[in-house]
């Protein structure tokens, strides 16, 4: 399974998976042409993709999502409520599919399971990617650890993880103090230490960790892979997802 992430944070997020039989995307909150190039950066062809899985209807996980249908006819996973709330804002869009939270999608030999979480957002969803006894997991927009995730984790390879703001950057930070307690809330992100405690508690075997979806505000690079690097001892290889460029690839085996 290869991996990596075109883009990650409020500006705008999508992930590239590809197994042995499937090309996806998941989330399209980024530009066609942004997404063709740093695909190719890897190699990869945008219009070979099979389908683009979209998490939840925040715009920078959507905005993408007209022009990748129209310009390289690319089949739009979303749930129906997510849709209903988009639909209008991203021009005519042809080939839409619908899924349920909870719900397993199959392409080929390769499965996609939808888990609901508790962002502030309509049905919104985690994915894990399951193939040739791998499994990858893409968790951002958590709202808090739900119940459960500690199982889910604990059978992935590979994580992309949400580690969106360092505490006391947002606390001493510009931002008002509702946006604060929405961040902060059972339905915002994970800081990093949440993130962190979370894969010391629950991760048995993976081989990588990404850090996604970091706040520019309110977190920085390198304190987010220092914090995680104190948790975790260096036990396996830490990486980010950029906010303005494509990520290193990620390989399964």
């Not at 006391?168 to 990093?192: C, D, E, F, V």
Request: aromatic share 8%; charged share 20%; glycine share 8%.
């Amino acid at each position: 399974m290869f991996t990596c992430s075109l883009q990650s944070g409020s500006n705008g997020n999508s992930i590239y998976v590809e197994t042995d039989d499937a090309r996806l995307l998941f989330d399209a909150g980024i530009g066609g042409k942004v997404a063709h190039e740093r695909l190719a950066h890897h190699d990869r062809d945008i219009r070979e993709v099979d389908a683009v899985l979209v998490s939840h209807n925040h715009r920078d996980h959507v905005s993408g999502v007209g022009v990748f249908q129209r310009k390289f006819s690319l089949p739009i996973y979303i749930t129906r409520g997510a849709w209903r709330v988009v639909r209008d804002q991203l021009g005519p869009v042809q080939d839409v599919r619908h899924f349920t939270p909870g719900q397993c999608l199959q392409f080929k030999t390769t499965t996609i399971e939808t888990i609901p979480t508790a962002h502030d957002a309509v049905e919104p969803v985690a994915f894990v990617i399951r193939h040739g006894g791998k499994s990858l997991g893409i968790f951002t927009d958590l709202g808090h650890r739900f119940a459960g995730i500690e199982n889910w984790i604990a059978r992935l390879d590979g994580l992309y993880l949400e580690s969106n703001y360092d505490p006391q950057m947002l606390a001493a930070g510009p931002y008002p103090a509702w946006l604060k307690r929405r961040i902060t809330g059972p339905a915002g992100h994970l800081s990093n230490h949440e993130a962190c405690q979370l894969v010391k508690d629950s991760a048995l075997r993976l081989q990588f960790l990404v850090l996604a979806h970091l706040s520019q505000e309110n977190n920085h690079p390198d304190l987010a892979l220092a914090t995680a690097q104190s948790y975790l001892s260096r036990r396996m290889p830490i990486s980010l997802a950029p906010r303005y460029t494509v990520s290193e690839s990620f390989v399964l085996e």
